[in-house]
């Protein structure tokens, strides 16, 4: 069974703070994808990885940087929090295009 | 602009009755759909998928209808449960099988 597993559940912060969100799979996949929920609005992606040190921008990357220094690490970035980034996010893997992807628990992100 | 639809919020349906959910797009480019569920504090988990070669995909209560024409696709749940009760997405796959565009969600309710 694919394990997607999010550092935090929740996690509060204040603005201007940089705020670090952290995923590891274990299932050895080669793309990570990290997404916002907000009601009504399903789920939108920020950035996507396919490979170690490879990134790409999803619909939605303003204000929001990654990492994927290891394969199973996928690490999402908030440089300067501001209150519109208050969300749920939520990381998943897959093994191959066109595959499902595997979510994490999500953490649910305050910004005050 | 969405191009994902879920067109209705909620759906409240009798123990043992169909569920039927409903997802429009607007991409043609789009090729593989898929569904997902989603427990409150939990993560999506997939759910079933489909093809846009194909027009029917099955697995034990859960049937995916693809309408390429009319750029239409449900989700028919047959006989409804009431662990069935969650947020229904549905998303769609496009460029090369790399991103994958989420619909808003249709919350069903199945009443014993």
């Known amino acids: 069974d694919v394990k997607v597993t999010q550092s935090s559940r929740y996690l509060v912060k204040r603005t201007g703070e940089k705020v670090f969100l952290e995923c590891v799979q274990d299932?050895?996949?080669?793309?990570m994808f990290w997404y916002r929920q907000d009601p009504g609005l399903g789920l939108r992606l920020i950035y996507f990885?396919?490979?170690?040190?490879?990134?790409e921008k999803g619909d939605i990357p303003e204000g929001y940087s990654v990492s994927r220094e290891k394969k199973e690490r996928f690490s999402l970035i908030l440089e300067s929090a501001s209150t519109n980034q208050t969300s749920m996010y939520l990381c998943?893997?897959?093994?191959?295009?066109?595959?499902?992807?595997?979510f994490g628990d999500g953490t649910r992100l305050s910004i005050l | 602009d969405q191009q994902v639809k879920q067109n209705s919020p909620s759906l409240s349906v009798q123990e043992g009755r169909i569920s039927i959910l409903n997802c429009d797009y607007t991409?043609?480019?789009?090729?593989?759909f898929l569904w997902y569920k989603k427990y409150p504090a939990e993560g999506p988990t997939f759910l079933i998928s489909?093809?846009?070669?194909?027009d029917k995909n099955e697995d034990g209560r859960f049937t995916v209808f693809l309408n390429k024409s009319a750029k239409h696709l449900s989700l028919h749940i047959v006989p409804s449960q009431p662990g069935d009760s969650a947020v229904y997405f549905c998303?769609?796959?496009?460029?090369?099988?790399?991103?994958?565009?989420f619909g808003g969600g249709t919350r069903l309710m199945v009443k014993p």
């Open positions: 998943a893997s897959r093994r191959a295009p066109n595959q499902p992807q595997h």
């Open positions: 299932m050895d996949h080669e793309n």
């Open positions: 990885s396919y490979d170690v040190k490879m990134k």
């Open positions: 991409n043609s480019m789009f090729d593989y």
């Open positions: 489909i093809s846009s070669i194909k």
């Open positions: 998303a769609a796959y496009h460029n090369a099988g790399n991103m994958l565009t």
